[in-house]
């Protein structure tokens, strides 16, 4: 402007730049989204060679349409067709830029909204889009204990929009959408997280602590806001564990909070931590530990262990209330806690379990009735590998993998009613070294 004076000019500029640099720095504080090393790739190949088995007509059951499972072993993860049992994509994981080592591939898949989310056993936690399995976003994780187990489902949260992801001493709240963080907490001192958080009703579950702490500050659950991350309560774990003794799992249902601690379970109100019962069971104190918490719901905790004659499993239950024993039931089957897993699930009144003998079992909830048990598969040398059992509207799904015998890598749908298999489909998937661990999500 003609007659402006220096005087003026000067300021003009000095407000023109700090403008600039509050820009800047404004936007340096804005969290930028996960990077991503990872990727999934079309495996079309993979898809002409599935083999689908229909062993029964179609009923007209309550399966809603365009259903689809999810089944990943090792790196590949295939989408398929509840109806038919057909693959819709197939996905490959694999690192971007370096194929200088190989990945371990996944581990538990869960299904929020959309999105899917997967642990993996190399270290990470991804959201890939349910439509097509491409990554959305990736969070490294650091889990003490257990990282390596088939039950360590990633903790999704739908109603505040949050997936929790684990890092050696703290737990933080990822946005499901973003993967950037909302809150964090972390245990004092050198206490380490130990198991997948547990969410749900508004709160987050973990469990933390030294173990071998003479001490004091050893192994203790507490229950944090999920929205916010403060701190409601704690509960340190009582008198009468062992130093070496482990968490092990921890279920929620109905209101209790139930941590297994290697051969005594604690059952806790989750609303406010107080401990409600504390159970020891002497035949639980074996060598090999071989019993296991299987699920929850309908006001009992399942447990399933290897009965005394040989080539029989014990299905027994846990009142939530106050942690006495309710009804129990032996069963043809076996399994392997760590190998091979027992696995389970509740819908409404029924209990269905998959063993590591391919035996799926349905029983009554409340009374431990068998309504059915079918053999699927049983390997040469002792068994297979079950997945997560998933039950639909009117079908039970398990996927079994019996290493060394690649074209028995099966899923199978079996209706709910009686246990008769509808159809199967064999998958081309790698067999890696060890036992690899199938998953399944619905």
């Given amino acids: 402007m003609k007659g402006q004076s220096p005087g003026f000019a000067r300021p003009s500029w000095k407000l023109f730049f700090g403008c600039v640099w509050l820009l800047v720095g404004l936007l340096g504080c804005q969290q930028t989204p996960p990077s991503v090393s990872l990727e999934t790739v079309p495996c079309p190949a993979a898809q002409s060679q599935v083999q689908v088995s229909r062993l029964a007509e179609p009923a007209g059951g309550n399966e809603p349409a365009m259903s689809t499972l999810y089944v990943g072993l090792s790196t590949w993860l295939y989408a398929l067709d509840t109806g038919s049992g057909r693959p819709r994509w197939c996905r490959l994981l694999r690192w971007k830029s370096t194929p200088l080592y190989a990945l371990s591939g996944f581990e538990p898949i869960a299904r929020g909204g959309q999105a899917l989310y997967a642990n993996t056993a190399d270290g990470y936690l991804l959201a890939l889009k349910a439509q097509n399995g491409e990554i959305r976003w990736q969070a490294e994780m650091k889990l003490m204990a257990f990282s390596g187990e088939s039950w360590m489902v ?9 997936v929790y992801r684990v890092a050696l001493k703290r737990v933080e709240a990822l946005d499901m959408n973003t993967g950037r963080g909302r809150w964090s907490y972390a245990f004092p001192g050198n206490a380490s997280v130990y198991l997948m958080p547990v969410a749900a009703g508004g709160m987050v579950y973990v469990v933390g602590g030294r173990l071998s702490a003479p001490q004091g500050g050893g192994p203790e659950v507490i229950g944090l806001d999920a929205r916010t991350g403060r701190l409601r309560w704690q509960l340190g774990i009582p008198e009468g564990f062992l130093p070496d003794q482990q968490p092990r799992a921890m279920l929620l249902g109905n209101g209790v909070l139930c941590l297994d601690y290697e051969g ?20 639980w104190r074996d060598w090999d530990l071989d019993y296991q918490p299987l699920a929850i719901g309908q006001g009992w905790l399942y447990l399933v262990e290897k009965a005394r004659q040989t080539g029989k499993i014990r299905v027994s239950v846990l009142r939530l209330l106050d942690g006495r024993e309710g009804w129990s039931v ?24 998959v063993d590591g003998q391919g035996w799926v079992t349905a029983l009554d909830g409340q009374n431990g009735r068998i309504l059915w048990q079918k053999q699927l598969a049983s390997r040469r040398n002792g068994g297979s590998i079950p997945s997560r059992l998933v039950v639909g509207g009117s079908n039970v799904y398990v996927f079994l993998a019996l290493p060394g015998e690649e074209e028995h890598f099966v899923l199978h749908a079996l209706a709910k009613e009686n246990g008769q298999e509808k159809w199967n ?3 081309p998937l790698p067999v890696g070294q060890g036992w690899p661990i199938p998953v399944l999500a619905g």
């Fill in 264 to 283: 005594q379970i604690l059952g806790i109100r989750a609303s406010d931590g107080r401990r409600l019962w504390q159970v020891s069971r002497a035949q």
């Fill in 330 to 353: 032996e069963l043809t089957g076996g399994f392997d806690r760590v190998a091979a897993p027992l696995q389970g699930g509740i819908d409404g009144k029924m209990l269905y379990l």
């Fill in 154 to 162: 990633p903790a999704v949260d739908e109603t505040v929009g949050q």
């Fill in 425 to 427: 489909v064999a998958l």
